[in-house]
C-alpha cells in the first residue's frame, strides 16, 4: 500500500535492487513487483537471451540494467527510496559492495527471504545438508502429497521459493497449507529472517569451502536454520552431527540403526529394529512401518526416510499412509537414478553427486562391480575415502572434462588398480564405459561425477539431461 507524504501526494513505492538475473533473483524481482515495490534488476553480463528476459521483465514494469558491474554508488544513485538489495546465491555474500551497503545502513538479504515474508503464515519445513538434501526434500514432498494435504515444493528443486510464493498467491487456490523447501549454505547465510516450523539437517561434510573458507564456518551457516527452527529434526547417523549431539538443547534425532544412546542422555526418537521403523510416543516405543518402504538402495536412503518421516509426524501422518507412500515414491532425479538397462548393464545417473562425499555415497550404494564416470570442474575437499569407495566398487574409471588430469593423479596417487581412460567430454565417455562393462563384466554404469558441472554444463541438471540422452542413443 502506498501512504500519503507530507504534501499530500502518495509516498513512492519502496525500491528494492535485486543483483543477477538467475532464476532465484527473477523471482525475486517479480514477487517484489507483484507486492507494490518498485524494482531494478542488475546483471554483469549481455547477451541476446538476456536482452530478451529484460524486454520482458520492462514490460511488466521492472527496470533491468544489463552490463552493470556491481558498484555501491551506482546502487545507492538509483534513489532515496532504496529498501534492500537482493542478492542472488551465486554472489558472494562477504562482497565488499554489500559490506559497504550495509555500513550505510541499506538491508542486504538473498531472494529467499521475501519469499518468507510473503508466505506469511505458511509453515516452511526446510531442508540442509552437504549430501541427502534433495531426496528429503523429494520425500518430505510426496508425504504430504500423498496423505491429501497442499504441499508445495521449492528451493534447489526446480521453482525458486519467490517464483512459488508468487504463483500461489496469484492463483485461485492461494498459498499453499505447507511449503517444503530445499536450502542451501548460501541461501541460508543471506536469509537470516527465515524459521521454518520443521528443520531437517541430513549430513555434514567439507563442501563450498572455496566460499566459506572453514569448515567451523560452513557447519555454523547450516546450524543457524536450524537453531531457528521449532522442530529440529538431525541425522544422527552422520559423524559430525552425532559428535555434536550434546551441544543442542533440543532436537529430533533419527538413526537407521538400533535405538543406542548418541551421547550421555540422548537417544533418537526414530530408529530401525527388525526391520521395523519405530518411534517414541508418550514415552513410548511405537511400531510405526516397515523398514522396506523405499526401494531406493543404500544405507544412506533408509537416513533420509527416517529424516522424512519424522516432518510427516509433524504434519499429523500417520504408519501406515507414509508406507503406502513410500512404497509409491518415484525416485529423485539425477540421485542414482537408474535410467536404461541396455546389454544386461544398468546405467545409473548420479549427476547431482557434486562432490567427493556424494559420489562415495553412490559407490557403496551400488557395491560392485562398476564402470565410474567421473569429471567436471573440481572442487576442495579430501579424496581418500572416495578413491577408496572406487577401489572396491570400480573395475574402471572413465574421467572427463576439467578435472581428468587432476583425477587421474588423484587415483593413482591414493593407489587405485583398475583402468583409468581420459576423454574431452560425455560424448566419448559414455560409449567408452559401455564398452568397458562389456569388456570388464560389469553389473552398471554410474555417472557420479564428484565434480560440479560450470565447466561444460549450466548445472548438474542439464549434465544428467545430456548423460540420459547419450545413454537412449547407445
Not at 140 to 147: G, M, R, T
Not at 155 to 171: F, H, M, P, T
Not at 336 to 348: D, G, M, P, S, V
Request: aromatic share 6%.
Amino acid at each position: 500500500q502506498s501512504s500519503s507524504g507530507s504534501d499530500g501526494e502518495p509516498a513512492a513505492a519502496p525500491l528494492s535492487v535485486v543483483i543477477g538475473m538467475g532464476r532465484s533473483g527473477l523471482g525475486a524481482a517479480q514477487l517484489l513487483q507483484s507486492l507494490g515495490e518498485q524494482v531494478v534488476v542488475m546483471e554483469s553480463r549481455c547477451t541476446a537471451a538476456l536482452e530478451r528476459q529484460a524486454a520482458d521483465l520492462q514490460r511488466q514494469g521492472i527496470e533491468v540494467q544489463l552490463n552493470r558491474t556491481l558498484d555501491a554508488e551506482a546502487i545507492l544513485a538509483l534513489g532515496h527510496g532504496l529498501r534492500r538489495v537482493v542478492v542472488s546465491p551465486g554472489i558472494r555474500w562477504d562482497h565488499p559492495v554489500f559490506e559497504s551497503l550495509r555500513s550505510q545502513g541499506i538491508t542486504v538479504h538473498g531472494e529467499v527471504e521475501p519469499a518468507w515474508h510473503a508466505s506469511r503464515p505458511v509453515p516452511w519445513i526446510a531442508i540442509t545438508g552437504t549430501n541427502g538434501k534433495t531426496t528429503v526434500t523429494h520425500l518430505v514432498h510426496h508425504l504430504l502429497q500423498s496423505a491429501g494435504r497442499d504441499a508445495a515444493m521449492a528451493g534447489n528443486v526446480g521453482l525458486s521459493a519467490a517464483e512459488i510464493v508468487l504463483k500461489r498467491r496469484d492463483s485461485s487456490s492461494g498459498l499453499p497449507a505447507w511449503l517444503v523447501v530445499e536450502l542451501s549454505s548460501y541461501q541460508i547465510e543471506a536469509s537470516t529472517a527465515v524459521a521454518p516450523r520443521v528443520g531437517i539437517w541430513t549430513t555434514l561434510t567439507p563442501d563450498h569451502l572455496e566460499r566459506h573458507g572453514t569448515l567451523d564456518h560452513y557447519r555454523s551457516i547450516k546450524r543457524r536454520l536450524l537453531e531457528r527452527s521449532t522442530v529440529r529434526v538431525l541425522n544422527g547417523d552422520d559423524p559430525d552431527l552425532r559428535s555434536r549431539a550434546a551441544s543442542w538443547d533440543r532436537a529430533t534425532w533419527v538413526t537407521a540403526g538400533p535405538r543406542l544412546p548418541l551421547a550421555p542422555g540422548i537417544e533418537p526418537a526414530l530408529w530401525i529394529e527388525a526391520g521395523r521403523v519405530w518411534h517414541e510416543r508418550d514415552g513410548r516405543p511405537c511400531d510405526l512401518m516397515a523398514a522396506d518402504a523405499l526401494a531406493m538402495p543404500g544405507a544412506h536412503n533408509r537416513q533420509n526416510m527416517l529424516l522424512a518421516v519424522a516432518a510427516g509426524l509433524e504434519a499429523g501422518l500417520d504408519g501406515p499412509a507414509m508406507e503406502t507412500a513410500l512404497r509409491r515414491f518415484p525416485g529423485v532425479p539425477h540421485r542414482l537414478e537408474h535410467i536404461r538397462t541396455w546389454r544386461r548393464l544398468r546405467f545409473y545417473n548420479d549427476s547431482k553427486a557434486t562432490n567427493y562425499d556424494a559420489a562415495e555415497v553412490a559407490l557403496n550404494a551400488l557395491g560392485a562391480p562398476l564402470v565410474v564416470l567421473a569429471g567436471g570442474q573440481a572442487k576442495i575437499g579430501e579424496a581418500g575415502a572416495w578413491v577408496a569407495a572406487l577401489s572396491r566398487s570400480a573395475r574402471a574409471v572413465v574421467l572427463y572434462g576439467e578435472a581428468r588430469t587432476l583425477f587421474q593423479e588423484l587415483l593413482r596417487q591414493h593407489g587405485y588398480a583398475g583402468r583409468i581412460d581420459t576423454c574431452p567430454g560425455l560424448e566419448q565417455a559414455v560409449p567408452l564405459a559401455a564398452g568397458l562393462a562389456e569388456e570388464l563384466d560389469c553389473s552398471a554404469v554410474l555417472l557420479s561425477p564428484a565434480c560440479a558441472s560450470f565447466d561444460q554444463y549450466p548445472d548438474f541438471k542439464a549434465r544428467g539431461e545430456h548423460f540420459r540422452s547419450l545413454v537412449a542413443n547407445l
